[in-house]
């Protein structure tokens, strides 16, 4: 009975599992000791959060007014982000919200070129060039993994397909979990709604990591 009242997953209850599983994985990575069986139990766990974000950038791309604006809003959180991100990393590498623009600007570009698969395998060539140049988090894969969810949108199979092809070497357990939830959205977008709540969810990026790191020095 209960199966049959329940009408699936929203984009709200995705991004919500989204970032409780990439908060599990970042205080695993950054606060806990390497290789322990809570450690490796933790970041599988976290593992479903990036399938979700990309699985979520191209359904608001789908629904946005101005994809500009989209884009401003994603370098604008990448930006803030950037400080708390080398406080904990130092080093030559980029926040994910780098990883979503440049995976929103080969969508759009696709969009843009309409069905000339030759162009669109240079430019997805060319922005998956830019993100492992830059060293933006999961480089090329994270833009792959985009774009197929974009040129796949309807066939829930070759999105899962490729999902494994392009990010089996960050954990293929963690990765199905994250497709299986992806699975489960019925379209609707939830409980988070307005320009604020979508802010404050972005700005929780960096705010967790702002957390992340008073509790590391704190606790010395």
């Given at each position: 009975?209960?199966?049959?009242?329940?009408?699936?997953?929203?984009?709200?209850?995705?991004?919500?599992?989204?970032?409780?599983?990439?908060?599990?994985?970042?205080?695993?990575?950054?606060?806990?000791?390497?290789?322990?069986?809570?450690?490796?139990?933790?970041?599988?766990?976290?593992?479903?959060?990036?399938?979700?974000?990309?699985?979520?950038?191209?359904?608001?791309?789908?629904?946005?007014?101005?994809?500009?604006?989209?884009?401003?809003?994603?370098?604008?959180?990448?930006?803030?982000?950037?400080?708390?991100?080398?406080?904990?990393?130092h080093d030559n590498t980029h926040?994910?919200?780098?990883?979503?623009?440049?995976?929103?600007?080969?969508?759009?570009?696709?969009?843009?070129?309409?069905?000339?698969?030759?162009?669109?395998?240079?430019?997805?060539?060319?922005?998956?060039?830019?993100?492992?140049?830059?060293?933006?988090?999961?480089?090329?894969?994270?833009?792959?993994?985009?774009?197929?969810?974009?040129?796949?949108?309807?066939?829930?199979?070759?999105?899962?397909?490729?999902?494994?092809?392009?990010?089996?070497?960050?954990?293929?357990?963690?990765?199905?979990?994250?497709?299986?939830?992806?699975?489960?959205?019925?379209?609707?977008?939830?409980?988070?709604?307005?320009?604020?709540?979508?802010?404050?969810?972005?700005?929780?990026?960096?705010?967790?990591?702002?957390?992340?790191?008073?509790?590391?020095?704190?606790?010395?």
């Open positions: 009975m209960v199966l049959e009242q329940w009408k699936g997953l929203s984009g709200s209850a995705l991004k919500a599992i989204a970032l409780v599983s990439m908060t599990v994985d970042h205080i695993a990575y950054y606060l806990m000791e390497h290789g322990t069986w809570t450690y490796d139990m933790m970041r599988t766990v976290g593992r479903m959060a990036f399938p979700i974000f990309a699985f979520l950038l191209v359904e608001g791309y789908g629904h946005t007014r101005s994809t500009r604006k989209y884009a401003l809003s994603l370098l604008a959180f990448a930006l803030i982000s950037e400080i708390p991100w080398w406080l904990l990393n926040n994910v919200f780098f990883t979503l623009l440049l995976g929103l600007i080969a969508i759009e570009g696709m969009s843009k070129i309409d069905n000339k698969p030759l162009l669109w395998c240079v430019l997805m060539i060319t922005i998956c060039a830019i993100a492992t140049f830059l060293h933006v988090d999961y480089e090329y894969s994270g833009i792959l993994l985009i774009c197929a969810f974009h040129i796949f949108q309807p066939d829930k199979v070759m999105k899962c397909l490729l999902a494994t092809l392009f990010m089996y070497q960050y954990g293929v357990i963690g990765l199905w979990l994250g497709l299986a939830v992806i699975l489960c959205y019925n379209g609707q977008r939830g409980f988070i709604k307005g320009q604020y709540a979508k802010y404050l969810c972005y700005a929780y990026y960096p705010l967790h990591y702002i957390a992340l790191l008073l509790y590391a020095n704190f606790s010395r």
